[in-house]
């Protein structure tokens, strides 16, 4: 059973960071791509970061530039998001998601949410002082 489980989520003040975890269970993450997104109330879910099957490729939503980074740990089968300098802004629902290697949907960009298979149950980030 595929499964993706978000961790690390919770209340920081402005300025402060939190390091999100992604781990993976029933299969490896290993050749695939993964995407973090979030959602706050009332709007639509948008692309966060992702890093592509080889760790070559990383991307960022122009909001996050220079303040998130996006890595893989292949040992613990976890992708991380180390979120720095975070802003009130930064305040929604986390999720993960995963485009594994048999994946239909690779030819969508990495910031369209239906171009993933799997999806964790989020992580609630909030950023207030």
């Known amino acids: 059973q595929v499964q993706l489980v978000e961790s690390g989520g919770g209340l920081v003040q402005p300025g402060g960071s939190l390091r999100l975890s992604c781990a993976a269970s029933?299969?490896?993450?290993?050749?695939?791509?993964i995407g973090w997104f979030r959602q706050a109330p009332g709007k639509e879910r948008e692309g966060v970061s992702y890093?592509?099957?080889?760790?070559?490729?990383?991307y960022y939503a122009d909001s996050v530039k220079g303040r998130f980074t996006i890595s893989r740990d292949h040992a613990k089968n976890t992708v991380h998001l180390q979120m720095n300098s975070l802003k009130p802004e930064d305040t929604a629902v986390y999720y993960c998601?995963?485009?594994?290697?048999?994946?239909?949907?690779?030819?969508?960009?990495?910031?369209?949410?239906?171009?993933?298979?799997?999806w964790g149950q989020g992580t609630q980030v909030t950023v207030s002082s």
């Open positions: 029933g299969f490896t993450l290993d050749g695939s791509a």
């Open positions: 998601a995963t485009r594994p290697v048999w994946s239909l949907k690779w030819g969508s960009n990495w910031y369209e949410p239906f171009g993933y298979d799997y």
């Open positions: 890093i592509g099957s080889t760790d070559r490729s990383t």
